[in-house]
């Protein structure tokens, strides 16, 4: 992937357009290819092309599950999918990633390939609640330039993609949080990752220049504008190349302890506690878990904070609670890796105005708010430290909060 965090904002619009496109040839190119035409020599076009962002989390991290606040965004990164009924009880499913035909009905989803299983699944999902008979298969190709395995959620992207071609294909009439609720279900129950629902929340009601404030209790979501670039600021996205996906195990250890917290405080949800009660609670927990319960508590407040400065028009004002964020992660709830603190404190070293870890942590990427004029210094920084640390080189792109799950054709 090519670094543009210094292009100008003309040509990047130009760079975006021309990505988006050859996404969507890539999609019709390669549904000609293998499902193009049938045995009997007649040819299919796709009913359509759907696509879904990736997301960035902009603050508000292990705060989904908690119940509490989160403020992801859509990035301009999508996956695309050439779909097209095919009027029997199986699915044929290829990816520019993965090209051999994966064929497999909605019954065998827990026999499939595992990246097969965030589409059929989501197929299996609506079609629990939504019966449709045996005619509900589908010939589907994706392509995507939305990073694997690096904390911006190409999973959701996946799921959310194939949530609204069914969706329209099977008129539905689904609207995106009940979406939402269905790609989550489709992660938990059937992939097996014990995610909460912020991810398909961002890939399906993120909008242009907006984040999306998500109330992970009451799942009520609003766009809340951005505005960085009318303040000459720029958000890049770094890609430390760590895979995240060996994760699990923290993951979910971080989610025990939460809910072991909740459970000994005397609380529904770790959301349900406020900072001015941390004190009391204190005494009550080991060391860990109040570490634990803390970053949460504490991250919830920054997100609400953050809100309040974007609200105001003041985006600049967001960068330190941004580098609190990150602080609290690693610190407290300890899920930031070598490569992100090193991301974070060269970018902070060079002039950035705030940074952190986005996504789960345990690898996958960081974001950082600077100046635009500073974008090039701080991404040459972080290469730099990069490679006297021997990691291999980050991608560095610019964050473009961007439109959520569509139908492109
Ligand atoms: P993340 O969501 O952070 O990118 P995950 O481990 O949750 O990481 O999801 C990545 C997995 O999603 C991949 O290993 C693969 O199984 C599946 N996946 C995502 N995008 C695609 C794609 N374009 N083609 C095939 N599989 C994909
Ligand atoms: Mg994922």
Not at 73 to 80: L, S
Not at 314 to 319: C, Q, V
Request: net charge negative; aromatic share 6%.
């Amino acid at each position: 992937m090519t670094d543009v965090s210094h292009v100008k904002t003309g040509a990047s619009r130009i760079k975006k357009v021309r990505a988006m496109d050859d996404l969507l040839t890539a999609a019709r190119t390669g549904f000609a290819h293998h499902f193009g035409t049938d045995s009997n020599g007649v040819h299919h076009d796709p009913d359509g092309v759907w696509s879904a962002p990736g997301r960035a989390n902009l603050i508000g991290e292990h705060t989904d599950y908690n119940g509490g606040f989160a403020l992801p965004f859509a990035i301009d990164k999508r996956t695309v999918m050439a779909v097209r009924g095919n009027g029997t009880d199986t699915f044929r499913v290829a990816s520019s990633l993965f090209d051999d035909v994966v064929a497999g009905k909605i019954a065998d989803v827990a026999t499939l390939p595992r990246w097969v299983t965030y589409i059929i699944g989501m197929a299996a999902v609506l079609d629990s609640d939504h019966p449709g008979g045996d005619a509900r298969g589908a010939d589907i190709y994706v392509a995507s330039n939305v990073p694997l395995g690096s904390g911006l959620s190409s999973s959701a992207a996946l799921e959310c993609a194939a949530g609204v071609a069914f969706n329209d294909l099977w008129q539905l009439g689904l609207n995106r949080t009940q979406l939402a609720q269905a790609g989550r279900r489709t992660e938990n129950q059937i992939v097996g990752a014990p995610t909460g629902i912020m991810d398909q929340s961002a890939s399906l009601k993120g909008a242009a220049d907006c984040a999306l404030l998500l109330d992970c209790r009451s799942n009520e979501t609003e766009l809340v504008p951005l505005g960085f670039a009318a303040e000459g600021l720029q958000l890049l996205i770094v890609d430390t190349k760590e895979e995240h996906s060996h994760a699990a195990n923290g993951y979910a250890a971080r989610r025990a302890s939460c809910e072991r917290g909740a459970r000994i405080i005397g609380v529904p949800l770790l959301r349900d506690l406020t900072e001015a009660r941390l004190p009391q609670v204190r005494d009550l927990l080991d060391d860990e878990t109040y570490r634990r319960v803390r970053h949460v508590v504490t991250e919830d407040e920054r997100v609400l904070r953050a809100v309040a400065k974007l609200r105001a028009g003041k985006p600049r004002e967001i960068g330190p609670l941004l580098t609190a964020s990150h602080n609290s992660l690693r610190d407290d709830f300890e899920v930031t890796t070598v490569r992100l603190d090193l991301v974070v404190d060269t970018a902070l070293a060079h002039g950035a105005l705030g940074a952190r870890m986005t996504g789960g942590g345990f690898g996958g990427s960081a974001i950082v708010l600077c100046d635009a004029k500073r974008s090039r210094a701080i991404s040459e920084a972080i290469r730099a430290a990069f490679e006297n640390s021997d990691f291999p080189e980050p991608t560095i792109f610019p964050a473009v909060a961007s439109e959520g799950a569509r139908r492109d054709a």
